[in-house]
């Protein structure tokens, strides 16, 4: 059974990092398209990231040169390193499997907050 | 980047109506469009990929169409576990938008 857990969520001040874990089972990381997917308390989806099994990497413009996504194919785990953090990074960020997503994670809530 | 529309943002149905979601693009994206169901404190849940290509164990009520810049999305007669707010996502160019949602909300 394919299941991801993601970990690491908590409460931040502005400019600080924070890096989210997402441990996987039931597939390889490492074959698969990864990505990471936040929500805004009430809003909408947003696509943050993608690792491809390739290794290629590629951002949204809003995260670009602050956030890092990478894995641990020995844990079989996705990360996503987050610096410079801003309120609006304010969210609950899900780990995704595959593009389309197929596989989504439980979610993890990230606050930046003073 | 390509921007997604949804229409309607909020829908008001009852139980077996027929259901139709819009979903369009900025630029032509082919036939890389998803739609993903989402409830409330749950993650979203992929109903169709490719436009139309239903998703494995996804009822048949629901259904995909269209290509270029047009996409909907059609639940043939609502059900009960079926009110939730639906996102598009184009997979065409990056970065990977998703459309602002439609909630469907029981009338």
């Known amino acids: 059974e394919v299941q991801l857990v993601e970990s690491g969520g908590g409460l931040i001040q502005p400019g600080g990092s924070l890096r989210l874990s997402c441990a996987a089972s039931?597939?390889?990381?490492?074959?698969?398209?990864m990505s990471w997917v936040r929500q805004a308390p009430g809003k909408g989806l947003e696509w943050v990231s993608v690792?491809?099994?390739?290794?290629?990497?590629y951002y949204a413009d809003s995260v670009k040169g602050r956030f890092t996504i990478s894995r641990d194919n020995s844990k079989n785990t996705l990360y996503l390193q987050m610096n410079s953090l801003r309120a609006a990074d304010t969210a609950v960020y899900y780990c995704a499997r595959d593009l389309p997503v197929d596989y989504w994670g439980q979610g993890t809530l990230v606050t930046v907050s003073s | 980047d390509i921007q997604l529309t949804q229409s309607p943002s909020f829908l008001s149905a009852s139980v077996g109506d027929r259901v139709t979601i819009t979903c369009r693009a900025s630029?032509?994206?082919?036939?890389?469009l998803a739609w993903y169901q989402q409830k409330p404190g749950k993650a979203p849940k992929l109903l169709i990929y490719?436009?139309?290509t239903l998703q494995s164990g996804v009822p048949s009520r629901f259904s995909g169409s269209g290509s270029g810049t047009e996409f909907t999305l059609t639940i043939s007669s609502l059900q009960p576990e079926d009110f939730a707010t639906y996102y598009c996502?184009?997979?065409?160019?990056?970065?990977?938008?998703f459309g602002p949602g439609t909630k469907v909300d029981i009338k």
């Open positions: 490719a436009a139309s």
């Open positions: 690792i491809y099994s390739g290794g290629s990497t």
């Open positions: 039931g597939f390889t990381v490492s074959n698969n398209y």
């Open positions: 630029q032509g994206i082919s036939s890389y």
């Open positions: 996502q184009q997979l065409n160019s990056y970065p990977f938008t």
